[in-house]
């Protein structure tokens, strides 16, 4: 394409920065069957992201230089100005491809429309024809169906589980243990019309499918609309739509978080069940591995009620619900350099009560960068781009630091999450995260960097073992010109990536060397391994995208090629001891250092590492045509085209991304929030009622602040 007709195709608000930007969708739009829309209208999602300019990648920004030099020349010449003016003004902004698929409606039936899952009709048409249009219409007042405890634990008192296992030791929020952990609630059932999720599944990971939970029966016990007259009452949700949620107080009760210490109550319930952990465990037993579900927060975070919910819900699923299994920790940047934590107690726990409500402050432990130049200190020579600019001790470029500290502090967890503040489940956190451990745990090495690196769409690839055999096909196929491990590592890869020059670092874990080849091998090697990454977004190679911080790359020969690498956008995940061990090591010993998004999955790709992209649900807000969806996400024409660089747009409908827009809308409405006109209160009450949904993991939901009424 000639670079004249390439700057005019140039959107404006496809250049920048789209998380910026309002989420635009379309409410309605007559389109025919072929995808050519007739009429379209819009309102706008505001995600309420912060600006990033850091996102903006090199080709991005060589084209706006070239685009800003076409329209000087354009400016000279005096009759073309002003053309080119009115044009650029009588137009309006082209709406990407995908804005013009029909909307998705049927997240927004509401509980009077619940169903049985097998009289439960999927919304998706995958843009054959129209969605089906009878939505968010309220046949009954009442849920028709009542909601249950929800309790995705094993049976800890089972024949099975005994045999193989420890007993489990019941945990309370009190010391006096009067106070049971509460139980969460959901329905055994769906709203009658309710959209699929386009990529994974839940059966394919163990996830229920057949339940949805409202937020009345998943937050109502953790303090969601309690009355404010209740002690402890956090003040929302007891205005909101509420037919039937009676039923759900009745059987939960209410609670007085007002006196809990989740700290104390986690330590307690640790305590009581550490036989469950030992490393020597009588002959027939299994050892439960421990892990550390670490929220990443700072000084000056502004904790609202609705995220106060939230984290009640984390430390009492994850951790006491579970007998010790999880412990949950407030990781806590001090932004302030000046303070030295490590030298005064007192000043440490003054910050840290200013800072993390009184519920969560015997679960925090407070860093700061200055602490982390300490820990790992300068030089750190040889950076092939600093696109962001900044130091590399600090957060936005190293937010691994504190990861690896944290986790040489703490070598009893076997594991180590990475939850981001802007991360929402309304599902129930211990079944999310032990599914997906022991998805991964299932999955052979064999294919699995190639799996991982590609969107599963089972609408278009059939199942998983499909998609498996898909991908296998497809590697076999590749043209041996493509196999340059200089630049892009060994198709496929297979054990430690280390056929390339520019390397200068330690040896490879014990156990990470394939006990045959990749051809001999049945599908078996890895099986039953636990998974050192775990990631919720493709693990890809930047090199073929135009990534803006795909060179952000430290501590390696300049005068060679870069390393292959790998990374995952956004750095919510799972990373083993033996992973934050050897980025530690490569860390300080040998000076190594990437991108937060890079650095975990490149050194998992170097150092022969089971890593594993987990095909979790996400969905979107419309109809996409699936067989076009394979070819956007995992086929760009372009590098710049890729969904991680300028096709990122692709991904402003979906429920996970960094700059998903879809994502804080939904979680929204289904607080009972209105937004764009739609949802609050009247709407539910004179519709179908509040909302209903499955598990679905939200990021980003930068705010939860919307209009109710």
Not at 32 to 43: A, D, W
Not at 133 to 157: A, E, L
Not at 547 to 575: E, H, K, M, Q
Not at 660 to 674: E, H, N, T, V, Y
Request: aromatic share 14%; net charge neutral; charged share 20%.
């Amino acid at each position: 394409m000639p670079i004249l007709s390439r700057v005019r195709s140039l959107i404006p608000r496809q250049l920048l920065d789209t998380s910026r930007f309002a989420y635009v969708s379309l409410p309605s739009n007559d389109q025919s069957r072929n995808g050519s829309p007739t009429t379209y209208s819009r309102f706008k999602w505001h995600t309420g992201d912060r600006i990033r300019i850091g996102r903006m990648s090199v080709s991005r920004s060589v084209a706006l230089a070239i685009a800003g030099l076409v329209f000087l020349l354009l400016f000279a010449v005096g009759g073309m100005r002003g053309m080119w003016r009115q044009k650029l003004m009588d137009e309006p902004p082209q709406p990407f491809f995908w804005e013009l698929y029909d909307r998705l409606n049927g997240y927004y039936n509401g509980v009077s429309m619940l169903v049985p899952v097998s009289e439960h009709v999927v919304e998706n048409q995958y843009n054959q024809s129209h969605p089906p249009t009878d939505w968010n219409m309220r046949v009954i007042k009442q849920p028709p169906i009542n909601p249950v405890p929800y309790s995705p634990y094993p049976d800890f008192t089972s024949r099975e589980y005994l045999k193989e296992h420890h007993s489990v030791e019941t945990c309370y929020l009190d010391a006096p243990e009067k106070v049971p952990a509460p139980d969460v609630y959901a329905y055994p059932a769906l709203p009658k019309i309710f959209p699929e999720p386009l990529f994974g599944s839940y059966e394919e990971l163990g996830i229920r499918d057949d339940v949805c939970f409202d937020r009345f029966g998943r937050l109502g016990p953790y303090g969601y609309g309690y009355n404010e007259s209740v002690p402890g009452a956090l003040g929302v949700g007891d205005r909101s739509e509420n037919a039937g949620s009676e039923q759900v107080f009745a059987k939960a009760g209410y609670t007085d978080y007002s006196n809990v210490d989740w700290g104390a109550a986690q330590k307690r319930c640790v305590e009581k069940n550490k036989a469950r952990f030992a490393e020597k465990q009588p002959s027939g037993r299994k050892r439960v591995k421990r892990q550390a579900f670490v929220l990443r927060t700072w000084t000056g975070y502004k904790y609202n009620a609705y995220q106060m919910l939230s984290l009640r819900a984390m430390v009492n699923e994850l951790s006491l619900k579970s007998g010790g299994e999880f412990d949950v920790h407030f990781l806590v940047h001090v932004k302030n350099n000046s303070i030295p934590i490590w030298a005064d107690k007192a000043l440490y726990q003054q910050t840290l009560e200013e800072n993390v409500p009184r519920e969560f402050w015997n679960l925090s432990t407070l860093w700061s960068e200055q602490q982390m130049l300490a820990y790992y200190p300068a030089p750190f020579p040889d950076n092939f781009a600093n696109m962001a600019g900044s130091s590399i001790h600090g957060v936005y470029r190293s937010a691994h630091f504190p990861l690896q500290w944290f986790s040489q502090e703490h070598p009893e967890y076997d594991f180590v999450w990475n939850w981001e503040m802007d991360v929402r489940y309304s599902g129930h956190y211990y079944e999310f995260h032990t599914k997906v451990g022991e998805w991964a745990a299932r999955q052979p090495r064999k294919g699995l960097w190639e799996r991982s690196a590609r969107f599963w769409i089972p609408n278009h690839h059939g199942d998983y073992a499909n998609f498996t055999s898909f991908v296998e096909a497809e590697v076999q196929s590749k043209d041996v010109l493509e196999n340059d491990a200089e630049k892009n590592g060994p198709v496929p890869v297979w054990g430690p990536a280390r056929n390339f020059t520019n390397r200068g670092m330690l040896a490879p874990p014990s156990g990470t060397t394939p006990p045959t080849t990749y051809e001999e091998d049945k599908y078996t090697w890895g099986v039953g391994e636990e998974a050192d990454l775990l990631t919720f977004n493709p693990i890809f190679d930047p090199s073929m995208t135009n990534w803006v911080f795909s060179w952000d790359v430290t501590g390696y020969n300049r005068t060679l090629p870069i390393p292959p690498r790998r990374a995952a956008i956004v750095t919510v995940g799972r990373l083993s001891k033996r992973l934050l061990s050897v980025m530690h090591e490569e860390t300080w010993r040998m000076k190594h250092h990437m991108f937060p998004e890079m650095f975990p999955a490149a050194m998992s790709f170097h150092h022969g590492l089971k890593a594993a992209y987990i095909p979790h649900p996400i969905y979107f807000d419309r109809d996409w045509e699936t067989g076009y969806m394979d070819q956007v996400f995992n086929y760009p024409k372009e590098i710049w085209s890729s969904p991680f660089g300028w096709g990122e747009n692709n991904l402003l409908g979906s429920t996970f991304y960094y700059n998903a827009g879809f994502s804080g809308a939904l979680w929204r409405r289904w607080l009972g929030m209105s937004e764009n006109g739609e949802g609050g209160r009247k709407w539910e009450e004179e519709g179908s009622g509040r909302m209903c949904l499955r598990g679905v993991l939200h990021h980003p939901v930068k705010r939860e602040d919307g209009p109710v009424d």
